[in-house]
């Protein structure tokens, strides 16, 4: 069995990374407000952007890595559990914001070794917000981040939420509720402690990973609302995330889950 890469080998693949979710972030913003949105088959909307950047992500991803796995949302087959090393891809997590010309919107990309998630990155290039996680190293355009520790949420706390969450729950959160149209972007303000926490609903293994990299480099966790952790393996089929999960800084989850009542 091949032995896993040194640490400068991952901060080369990291670099990498970075570098190809900027240039794909170029080639997004060339249909920025010009986008013809159409309809796929599970309603949601796909844009000649989000195959024109996934295609160039695939590009380089398997010609400087040949004999890894690649799986991208616009991809429409199941992942390959068994890789030895996977990449997971969404071109343009938020395409709904981006069709509309809201600038909260990016590039995510994360990578998996052994079923293990070793880093992610995520590129917002409306705001040129650049995210990376990898190890106990979270980065916020170049500068260390960790997501906040509130002994008692007020009036000035922000909750990110999915858009449908006032469908599924009533809540008693006494600060600001707000969904801003990406997961991976609701994820990683958590990391860097902008917002308290982040519902997670109606979600895909590429929704959550790269944003996961990041808070769990900041001091950040995703669970259910019972307190499970969320499991990568369970979802690489590509398959729809079954449960609402929760971003949050550790110990902090049970706070935000008590304030919660489904309906």
């Given at each position: 069995m091949?032995?896993?890469?040194?640490?400068?080998?991952?901060?080369?693949?990291?670099?990498?990374a970075e570098e190809i979710a900027r240039k794909g972030g170029a080639i997004a913003l060339n249909h920025y407000g010009k986008a013809d949105p159409q309809l796929k088959y599970d309603m949601s909307l796909v844009t000649s952007a989000d195959i024109e950047v996934q295609s160039f992500l695939e590009n380089e991803i398997t010609g400087a890595y040949p004999h890894h796995a690649f799986f991208g949302e616009e991809s429409g087959t199941g992942a390959i559990r068994?890789?030895?090393?996977?990449?997971?891809?969404?071109?343009?997590?938020?395409?709904a914001a981006f069709s509309s010309q809201l600038p909260v919107w990016?590039?995510?990309?994360?990578?998996?070794?052994?079923?293990?998630?070793?880093?992610?990155?995520?590129?917002m290039p409306a705001t040129d917000e650049f995210y990376s996680g990898m190890g106990k190293k979270a980065l916020f355009n170049g500068k260390p981040v960790r997501a906040r520790l509130d002994d008692q949420v007020d009036n000035e706390s922000v909750l990110l939420t999915y858009s449908r969450f006032h469908q599924d729950f009533t809540t008693?959160?006494?600060?600001?509720?707000?969904?801003?149209?990406?997961s991976v972007a609701h994820i990683a303000y958590v990391a860097r402690g902008a917002a308290w926490g982040a519902l997670l609903g109606r979600v895909h293994i590429w929704?959550?990973?790269?944003?996961?990299?990041?808070?769990?480099?900041?001091?950040?966790e995703i669970r259910d609302l019972d307190g499970?952790?969320?499991?990568?393996?369970?979802?690489?089929d590509g398959r729809s995330v079954d449960r609402i999960f929760l971003a949050a800084a550790k110990?902090?989850?049970d706070q935000?889950?008590?304030l919660l009542t489904a309906k």
């Amino acid at each position: 069995m091949p032995m896993e890469p040194m640490a400068p080998e991952w901060d080369q693949m990291l670099k990498f990374a970075e570098e190809i979710a900027r240039k794909g972030g170029a080639i997004a913003l060339n249909h920025y407000g010009k986008a013809d949105p159409q309809l796929k088959y599970d309603m949601s909307l796909v844009t000649s952007a989000d195959i024109e950047v996934q295609s160039f992500l695939e590009n380089e991803i398997t010609g400087a890595y040949p004999h890894h796995a690649f799986f991208g949302e616009e991809s429409g087959t199941g992942a390959i559990r068994d890789a030895e090393h996977l990449w997971v891809v969404d071109p343009v997590d938020g395409t709904a914001a981006f069709s509309s010309q809201l600038p909260v919107w990016g590039i995510s990309i994360s990578h998996f070794y052994e079923g293990e998630l070793k880093f992610g990155v995520f590129y917002m290039p409306a705001t040129d917000e650049f995210y990376s996680g990898m190890g106990k190293k979270a980065l916020f355009n170049g500068k260390p981040v960790r997501a906040r520790l509130d002994d008692q949420v007020d009036n000035e706390s922000v909750l990110l939420t999915y858009s449908r969450f006032h469908q599924d729950f009533t809540t008693n959160f006494p600060g600001k509720i707000r969904s801003m149209g990406s997961s991976v972007a609701h994820i990683a303000y958590v990391a860097r402690g902008a917002a308290w926490g982040a519902l997670l609903g109606r979600v895909h293994i590429w929704d959550i990973a790269p944003g996961m990299a990041v808070l769990k480099a900041a001091g950040g966790e995703i669970r259910d609302l019972d307190g499970n952790l969320f499991n990568p393996a369970d979802y690489m089929d590509g398959r729809s995330v079954d449960r609402i999960f929760l971003a949050a800084a550790k110990g902090q989850h049970d706070q935000i889950a008590r304030l919660l009542t489904a309906k």
